[in-house]
């Protein structure tokens, strides 16, 4: 990676990677935010690509320690 850039993440990819921190299933995910748990997977799994991890738990340490959640 020559260049580093910006990771840039949507505020629905933000609040379920929150959730995803407190421990909370994509199914709870779903329901809290009133939406559908593939949608939860779908933001889940944009942040893990532009945060280049390979779990979930990864992904919230990364975007954690980046200052992303804040």
């Known amino acids: 990676m020559a260049d580093v850039q910006e990771v840039v993440l949507s ?3 933000r609040q379920c990677l929150r959730w995803v921190e407190k421990g909370k299933s ?3 995910i779903a329901v809290i935010l009133g939406v559908s748990e593939n949608t939860v997977n779908f ?3 944009n ?3 532009k945060l280049e ?4 738990t990864q992904c919230v340490v990364k ?8």
């Open 26 to 28: 994509s199914w709870a």
């Open 53 to 56: 991890t390979t779990s979930r």
């Open 63 to 70: 975007a954690r320690r980046l200052g992303l959640l804040d």
């Open 11 to 13: 505020e629905r990819e």
């Open 43 to 45: 933001h889940v799994k």
């Open 47 to 49: 942040a893990m690509r």
